[in-house]
């Protein structure tokens, strides 16, 4: 369950307003109803004020929605490594970072 909390841990960023996204907990007193989810930390940034008007999404479905994407990039992994290759040469300095990052991924 760490592994999995730390695996994605400001990794997730929202679509709508570019934030991170924060795991959460819904607690209930019956253990049927409690949640765990993952929302934009930008939600509420005033004592209950929405700023973001993006929705949560369920702490499995995002796991599993990463478990699946990462199997994808195994299975053409030539074919992603190629791109990150050419990524090394960008004069945009964000994305030779991140295509250094997931060509150091895929090596180990």
């Known amino acids: 369950m ?3 909390i730390l695996l994605l841990a400001g990794r997730v960023i929202c679509g709508h ?3 991170v996204f924060g795991r959460k907990v819904w607690n209930s ?3 049927r109803f409690r949640r765990i989810v993952w929302r934009c930390n930008n939600k509420y940034t005033v004592k209950g004020k929405k700023s973001c008007e993006n929705k949560h999404i369920d702490d499995k479905v995002l796991y599993q929605a990463f478990v699946n994407t990462f199997n994808a990039i ?3 992994k030539d074919y992603f490594m190629e791109k ?4 090394l040469k960008s004069d945009n300095a964000l994305v ?6 997931f060509i150091e991924i895929l090596k180990k």
Do not use: F, P, T, V
């Not at 990150?84 to 990524?87: D, I």
């Not at 030779?96 to 990052?101: L, N, P, T, V, W």
């Open 2 to 4: 760490i592994l999995k």
């Open 17 to 19: 307003c570019g934030s």
């Open 29 to 31: 007193n019956d253990e």
């Open 74 to 76: 195994l299975e053409n």
């Open 84 to 87: 990150w290759k050419e990524g």
């Open 96 to 101: 030779r970072y991140k295509s250094k990052q």
